[in-house]
């Protein structure tokens, strides 16, 4: 091989690694994306450690999403870091603001009337959505840092596989489905 054959070649290479790269980088900004999550927010819908998401990114700003499906969305308080919630409420509803902060099994006779959580309630405005965990007492979501825009919303969660340990979980694939009620 000559020098200019072996330029062409490597010319060629790079190229073509180019080209896979942005292709790779569309499909991960506007397609789909496969991500790690951690923390016991989810749960038990999501596990709290070694679970992966698939994310359609065709409903990235809140296109055609409803109540209870799960997203992934850059966290309203940290632009660095992203959230898995589901959607409690849509632009227009009424939301319930914090249920738990009135139970008398985690707050004292005091605490429920300070918190009063039953008697407070907030309208979702419009562009915004209402987000929580399904494990409540162990999420922070829009109770503590209020409506999540819809443009922080970069996808839906359609599935998640669990890569616990052996290879007989690493394929532990399961549809996330919209169970809200």
């Known amino acids: ?41 989810m749960l038990p819908t999501l596990q709290n450690q070694h679970d992966y998401v698939h994310a359609l990114k065709t409903h ?11 997203i992934v969305a850059i966290k309203p308080s940290d632009p660095n870091h992203r959230i898995c919630k589901r ?7 009424i939301v319930l603001v914090d249920p738990s902060s009135s139970s008398e099994l985690t707050n004292s006779p005091n605490e429920i009337i300070q918190h009063d959580g039953f008697n407070k309630f907030i309208r979702v405005p419009e562009g915004h959505v209402w987000c929580t965990g399904d494990n409540l007492c162990h999420s922070l979501d829009s109770r503590s840092y209020g409506v999540v825009p819809m443009a922080l919303i970069t996808g839906k ?9 052996t290879l007989s979980n690493l394929y532990n694939f399961r549809w996330i489905t919209n169970t809200f009620e």
């Open 87 to 93: 959607i409690t409420g849509m632009p227009g509803d």
């Open 1 to 41: 091989m000559t020098f200019a054959e072996s330029l062409r070649f490597i010319g060629s290479t790079l190229s073509w690694t180019l080209r896979a790269g942005c292709i790779a980088h569309l499909l991960h900004e506007n397609v789909y994306e496969f991500t790690e999550t951690r923390g016991e927010s």
């Open 60 to 70: 990235k700003y809140g296109r055609d999403l409803d109540i209870g499906d799960c």
């Open 157 to 165: 969660i359609v599935a998640a596989n669990s890569m616990n340990g």
